[in-house]
């Protein structure tokens, strides 16, 4: 276990910090010093303002109405895991530091009980919209429009949230000790608390992590990096 938690959860979090940070430099440059193209690309119908455009550019990239209009169903499923996603991200800045006034408002019993709801919804929600994307990719006619990459970024994606899953409805750590193990890897000083390393739980952040490792690797070079890529993509539909 010590071996495994010391692979997966420090030396292999640095590595996928360091190849994630570079890989998305190595994007954004590759991007800012494309020639831009000299014909204008923008679809109509343009708005005539910067400020329209702008108010375009932010609709097409958080709301996707075209997605919406061609295929509703996955757009739901698209909406529901991205919201969610952001829930759990927000959740995660937990274990960099404790949220300001929320646990001195809700006190300590009231915190856990608030994040396990909202972690617990949001993992329930991102786990079901991962099992619709599989199931469409792999029984629908997307099936043949489907290839390899496609499913190993679902696969990763499903692994990292069923590990999380596990840690939040079987495990008995307390956020604390999760900020300890991942404050101590900010600060250059690792070490994974006693609590983390003999609980039920040990072998399921480990794999949690191992996933999320290879997901931060692969990501700068996969078609994740839409993520990034959209807000400037859907600003040039609109020149
Ligand atoms: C550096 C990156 C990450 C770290 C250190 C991390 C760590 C953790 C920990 C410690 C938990 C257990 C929380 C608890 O039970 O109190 C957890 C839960 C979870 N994680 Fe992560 N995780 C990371 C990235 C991700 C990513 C990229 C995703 C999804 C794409 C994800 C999805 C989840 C889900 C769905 C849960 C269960 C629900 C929840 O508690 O929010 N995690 N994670």
Do not use: C
């Not at 831009?36 to 679809?43: A, D, I, N, Q, Y």
């Not at 329930?124 to 599989?134: D, E, N």
């Amino acid at each position: 276990m010590d071996t495994y938690l010391q692979i997966t959860s420090v030396i292999g979090v640095y590595v996928a910090g360091v190849v994630f940070v570079a890989g998305m430099a190595w994007r954004v440059y590759q991007w800012a010093t494309t020639p831009k193209s000299p014909v204008r690309l923008g679809m109509f119908p343009k708005p005539a303002t910067r400020g329209g455009r702008i108010a375009k550019m932010l609709k097409d990239t958080f709301i996707a109405p075209q997605s919406a209009a061609i295929e509703p169903r996955m757009w739901l499923f698209a909406m529901v895991f991205h919201v969610a996603a952001l829930a759990a991200f927000i959740g995660h800045l937990r274990l960099v530091q404790e949220f300001p006034v929320l646990p001195s408002l809700l006190g300590e019993e009231g915190m856990n009980s608030f994040a396990g709801w909202a972690g617990g919804i949001a993992g329930v929600l991102m786990m079901v919209a991962v099992m619709y994307w599989i199931a469409r990719r792999t029984f629908g006619p997307f099936k043949n429009l489907s290839v390899p990459e496609d499913y190993l970024l679902l696969a990763l994606l499903f692994g990292i949230i069923i590990m999380g899953n596990h840690m939040r409805f079987f495990g008995h750590v307390h956020a604390a000790e999760y900020r300890e193990w991942f404050q101590s890897l900010l600060l250059l000083k690792p070490h994974v608390p006693d609590a983390i390393r003999t609980s039920n739980v040990g072998w399921s952040l480990g794999t949690h992590m191992l996933f999320v490792n290879l997901f931060l690797i692969y990501f700068p070079f996969s078609k994740l990096v839409h993520a990034v890529g959209s807000l400037s993509a859907n600003f040039v539909r609109s020149e």
